[in-house]
């Protein structure tokens, strides 16, 4: 069964930082781009980020742009987002989504998400 | 960067057609992707490259495409197609993606 599963949300005061893991299983992660996508209380989704399948290249959203980091360990299984210079609106749930294929920009599958509060 | 605009609801009887339509410029160009999402779930997705269904996804939803305008469409709407709504696309080099404000879909 394909499975992302993340971890590593929770309460954090502004200027803070955090790391967010997405464990994966059921499919070749090397050979997949992935994404993180986010959702603020009550909003839309949100492109955050995205990494390559060997991690060569990564892209940002203007808004987190120089503060999170997009990484991946495909000897892990994992992909991670680290969070640095937190601020109230970074508040959400963060997904991580799978890239479909070099075909589509599709995200065929997604994470359960875990949720990050920036609050003092 | 592109930017997609969704209405922020649609409202709709069962047994009828709901449309929902996502504007921007990334269209024609670029394709659009439509994701389900209920109530404290992942989203789902429902239509990929403007038009197809992906594997297990009802005949009812269906994609369509005008101009800078793409479309999802559900036909014969039933009380559990009741949920958010969000299209996506992406620029040409597979750089950035965005996501419109998503939709509200209320089945009446």
């Known amino acids: 069964e394909v499975q992302l599963v993340e971890s590593g949300g929770g309460l954090v005061q502004p200027g803070g930082s955090l790391r967010l893991s997405c464990v994966v299983s059921g499919f070749s992660f090397s050979n997949y781009w992935m994404h993180w996508v986010r959702q603020a209380p009550g909003k839309g989704l949100v492109w955050v980020s995205r990494i390559q399948s060997d991690g060569s290249s990564t892209t940002y959203a203007d808004s987190v742009r120089g503060r999170f980091t997009i990484s991946r360990d495909n000897a892990k299984n994992t992909l991670y987002l680290q969070m640095n210079s937190l601020r109230v609106e970074d508040t959400a749930v963060y997904f991580c989504?799978?890239?479909?294929?070099?075909?589509?920009?599709?995200?065929?599958?997604w994470g359960q998400g875990t949720t990050v509060t920036v609050s003092s | 960067s592109y930017e997609l605009t969704q209405p922020p609801s649609v409202s709709v009887s069962p047994g009828l057609t709901a449309r929902i339509t996502c504007s921007g410029d990334?269209?024609?160009?670029?394709?659009a992707y439509w994701y389900q999402q209920k109530p404290g779930q992942a989203p789902v997705l429902i239509i990929y490259?403007?038009?197809e269904r992906p594997s297990g996804i009802p005949e009812r939803f269906s994609g369509s495409t005008s101009g800078t305008t793409v479309t999802l469409s559900i036909s014969g709407v039933q009380a559990e197609d009741e949920a958010d709504y969000h299209c996506q696309s992406a620029d040409s080099s597979g750089s950035y993606w965005v996501f419109g404000g998503g939709t509200k879909l209320t089945v009446l």
């Open positions: 990334a269209f024609p160009k670029q394709y």
């Open positions: 989504a799978r890239r479909w294929s070099a075909y589509s920009y599709a995200m065929d599958v």
């Open positions: 490259n403007d038009i």
